[in-house]
């Protein structure tokens, strides 16, 4: 897990764009430049072993992971209180992460998560929130969950003010120029 020159962490509320975001960015960069990493990947791996669910389903954007995304927060958090960096190093295990010169971490989602990459890589992590309004996340289709959008998966990281960027995703945002803003921090 050494190789990777620079880390960018990206955090935000659901449908805030972060998973668009970071798509866009990897084509820019290339898959032989960049690989996207998800936390949330063994996290849904782990949940489908265990309760023998369709892995596939979990790991889209539908109602099936909405159905057990509650139980599934609950879950992780009891695992990470035992190990903050189990679902971190999970996810960055695969070997691919020291192949590539950039590594994107497309759902920060906790200062535990934060902390694990800056133990890790030190100087090379960037961190960059993305915010959109209750309205744009909602045209999105958002929609607010009580035992989700309330908790610590959605709101740890709420009260952090430093970022290395913050970008507003609203809708009809200039994606091309956020792009640009991301990869100067290269």
């Known amino acids: 897990m050494s190789n990777p020159r620079i880390v960018l962490l990206f955090s935000g509320k659901r449908k805030c764009g972060k998973d668009y975001l970071t798509e866009r960015l990897l084509q820019r960069l290339t898959p032989a430049r960049a690989q996207i990493v998800r936390i949330s990947e063994p996290i849904k791996r782990c949940w489908a ?8 389903e979990l790991l889209g954007d539908g109602p099936y992971k909405e159905r057990y995304r509650r139980e599934m927060i609950e879950w992780s958090d009891g695992r990470r209180a035992e190990d903050y960096g189990f679902f971190c190093r999970a996810a960055c295990s695969e070997g691919v992460v020291a192949a590539r010169e950039v590594c994107i ?6 200062k535990t998560d934060v902390r694990f990459f800056r133990e890790t890589f ?9 915010v959109a309004g209750e309205e744009t996340r909602t045209e ?42 991301i990869e100067a921090l290269l």
């Open 49 to 56: 072993d265990k309760l023998g669910l369709d892995l596939g």
């Open 105 to 110: 971490v497309s759902d920060v989602r906790r």
């Open 122 to 130: 030190g100087e090379r992590v960037r961190t960059v929130r993305i």
């Open 140 to 181: 999105r289709g958002w929609k607010f969950q009580q035992g989700v959008d309330d908790v610590q998966s959605e709101c740890d990281l709420d009260d952090v003010t430093e970022w290395d960027l913050l970008v507003e995703n609203e809708a009809g945002a200039d994606v091309e120029g956020i792009l640009a803003r």
